[in-house]
Every structure is written in structure tokens, then in C-alpha cells.
Nanobody, 123 residues
Framework: QVQLAESGGGLVQAGGSLRLSCAAS????????MGWYRQAPGKERELVAS???????YYADSVKGRSTISRYNAKNTGYVQMNSLEREDTAMYYC?????????????????WGQGIQVTVSS
């Protein structure tokens, strides 16, 4: 089992920045990819960004150029830096630890989830 805890969310003005953190514990050795998903009310869960143990990154088009994902393996921590935030970025953000790859659509096999953290961008 892997436990994940997100931090760093909150209310931010449009155009501002936020860094979300994810602290992982448990069977970390079984995890290859760490990712961030988000889900806004009435919308499907979206894979925002992911990073593999080898440093390979993926970004959704909606955040590409505005976000940077990173991970600090020695401390079992992952981050996503989000800049130039827009109202459309308002959502619940979830940290995910994926055994093989973080899938863009369900059923999200072999994936552990944090409880989620709210990000609200005001205009």
C-alpha cells in the first residue's frame, strides 16, 4: 500500500502561482510514476501532469507551458508548480502514485490516490 498526502492548495487570484506538494509513504518502491489529476464539478477527472522515476514528464495541453512537475525521490515527495493560473484551473487536485503509468482515463489500474486538495482561482 501507498499513502499520499497533498498540501499547498487554496485560493489564488487569476494570474498567480501555486505549488502543490505530495508526500508519499508505504511501498514506494513499487511506484514508477507520480501524477497529478484534477476534477472540477460536473467534469471528468483529468490527468494534469505526470513524471516517471526516470524523469520522463507528461503535461496536459491545458497546462503545458504553465506548469512544472518534479519529484524528489530521496524524500518521496512530488510537486507541481502551476503559474499563470486561470479560473478554469479551479478544481480538486489529486496526487496519484501509479505502479506502471498514470492513465488518462479510468479505470486507473494499479493507482493509489491522495484525498485531494482544493485549488480555487478567483478573477
Amino acid at each position: 500500500q501507498v499513502q499520499l498526502a497533498e498540501s499547498g492548495g487554496g485560493l489564488v487570484q487569476a494570474g498567480g502561482s501555486l505549488r502543490l506538494s505530495c508526500a508519499a509513504s508505504g511501498s514506494i518502491g513499487s511506484i514508477n510514476v507520480m501524477g497529478w489529476y484534477r476534477q472540477a464539478p460536473g467534469k471528468e477527472r483529468e490527468l494534469v501532469a505526470s513524471i516517471s522515476s526516470g524523469g520522463f514528464t507528461y503535461y496536459a495541453d491545458s497546462v503545458k507551458g504553465r506548469s512544472t512537475i518534479s519529484r524528489y525521490n530521496a524524500k518521496n515527495t512530488g510537486y507541481v508548480q502551476m503559474n499563470s493560473l486561470e479560473r478554469e484551473d479551479t478544481a480538486m487536485y489529486y496526487c496519484a502514485a501509479c505502479r506502471w503509468s498514470c492513465q488518462s482515463r479510468g479505470p486507473y489500474r494499479d493507482t493509489y490516490w491522495g484525498q485531494g486538495i482544493q485549488v480555487t482561482v478567483s478573477s
